[in-house]
């Protein structure tokens, strides 16, 4: 069974201060993995999809990256407005919908 | 295009009663999904179609839920009779493509 598995559950930033997202997972055979960011109220937004080990993707402040056991997102410098929660999902070779991991809510205070 | 349109946004009915939950996914895609979200169950796939045929139901908690895509335009989410436990977020997203899913705004239900 597809297991994802996202840390710290909750962040608290300075503007200005960056930081990393972890996401860890578990596939018997991986086809992508993809954040989403999602705001209060509303569906998760699609940021980025990663395919292979050491394949990295970069959108603004935001920059993804894969290994064969996690993916991390990297948040440089900050804003108030990158304050959502940030999910991780893994697409299984053998399945198509995604499995999501619970998400890390992101505050970035001014 | 006006995204994935739910409705109602907010349900909020007495437990045994019947909630119908509502989606028009994004013209041309022909993939959807109904996905449940709660605090301590995340996002949980519940069923999807592809081309308004259910695919893969795994997910469906029992018999008290159902879903229909009657044609490629829309999509019913049904929960008869409905219990406290069903309160969350309902989220329905649709594709054309294998990894960019759209997502709606959801609707919330509330099982009192």
């Known amino acids: 069974e597809d297991q994802v598995t996202q840390s710290p559950e909750a962040l608290r930033l300075q503007e200005g201060e960056s930081s990393s997202l972890n996401c860890s997972y578990t596939v018997s055979g991986l086809r992508g993995l993809f954040w989403y960011r999602q705001d209060p109220g509303k569906g998760p937004e699609f940021l980025f999809t990663l395919y292979s080990a050491g394949e990295e993707k970069e959108k603004e402040r935001l920059k993804a990256t894969l290994t064969k056991k996690e993916s991390f997102l990297h948040i440089t410098a900050p804003k108030p407005e990158d304050s959502a929660t940030y999910l991780c999902a893994v697409q299984d070779t053998g399945r198509r919908a995604l499995t999501f991991g619970s998400g890390t809510r992101l505050q970035v205070q001014p | 295009d006006a995204g994935v349109i739910q409705s109602p946004r907010h349900e909020v009915t007495e437990m045994g009663q019947e909630v119908t939950l509502r989606c028009k996914p994004i013209?041309?895609?022909?993939?959807l999904f109904w996905y449940r979200q709660t605090m301590m169950r995340g996002l949980e796939l519940l069923i999807y179609f592809n081309n308004n045929v259910p695919i893969d139901d795994s997910g469906m908690p029992e018999d008290r839920f159902s879903a229909k895509m009657p044609n490629a335009s829309f999509s019913t989410l049904k929960i008869q009779p409905s219990e406290p436990r069903d309160s969350a977020v309902y989220f329905c997203?649709?594709?054309?493509?294998?990894?960019?899913?759209?997502f709606g705004s959801g609707t919330q239900l509330s099982v009192l």
């Open positions: 997203a649709s594709s054309n493509r294998w990894e960019k899913l759209f």
């Open positions: 013209s041309g895609h022909d993939y």
